[in-house]
């Protein structure tokens, strides 16, 4: 049985990297479907599927086993059940991407964060991005605070998506590993990655 990660979840389709380096889309059996977990998408970015071909089609798979997760982020759905939304699993580091401005990243928001990844053990490494756009005053302000998630044990790193440092940095500290990129709107994951 092929097996694969799941890159992306789009309806009820998911882009599925097979361990072979080719990448395919499967959908889930009606009958898997009903033994999964009971959030709002019992798949999620990074978890590890059995595949099966499916009866006269060689383009789409089916998904019909998740591999037990090392671990998993969840935030409350969105919609109005009471479920909870896999937001990914298996990840190996997370980087959370924060901005001073352009937009303001609420520290309440990071300490949120920081807690939820805690919970479910996931390693968090602070990105305090766009900091090309910062007066001196707003640079010192950012050292105060970056300092503060410091002392408490975060590792984290000044960034700009215009520094060829940046880059290798991230080069660095994502080669080999599941990493998820975290942050408000507008703060430069994209741009990042």
């Known amino acids: 049985m092929p097996k694969g990660v799941v890159l992306k979840s789009t309806g009820k389709f998911y882009r599925v990297l097979l361990k072979t380096g080719f990448e395919t889309t499967a959908v889930i059996r009606g009958k898997t479907r009903l033994s999964l977990d009971k959030s709002t998408n019992p798949i999620a970015v990074g978890d590890e599927v059995l595949l099966d071909s ?111 440092q940046t880059i290798d940095v991230l080069k660095r500290e994502t080669d080999g590993k599941q990493v998820l990129f975290a942050g408000n709107s507008g703060v430069g994951k994209s741009s990042l990655i």
């Open 54 to 164: 499916l009866d006269g089609d060689d383009q789409l798979m089916a998904i019909i086993e998740i591999v037990d997760r090392k671990n998993y982020l969840v935030r409350k759905s969105t919609n109005l059940s009471k479920k909870r939304q896999v937001i990914a699993s298996n990840i190996d580091l997370i980087f959370l991407v924060v901005t001073l401005k352009n937009p303001i990243t609420q520290i309440g928001f990071i300490d949120r964060f920081l807690v939820s990844a805690e919970s479910f053990r996931i390693p968090v490494t602070i990105l305090f991005n766009k900091i090309d756009l910062l007066t001196t005053e707003e640079k010192t302000k950012l050292d105060k605070i970056a300092q503060l998630y410091k002392k408490i044990g975060y590792s984290f790193y000044e960034t700009s998506a215009l520094s060829s």
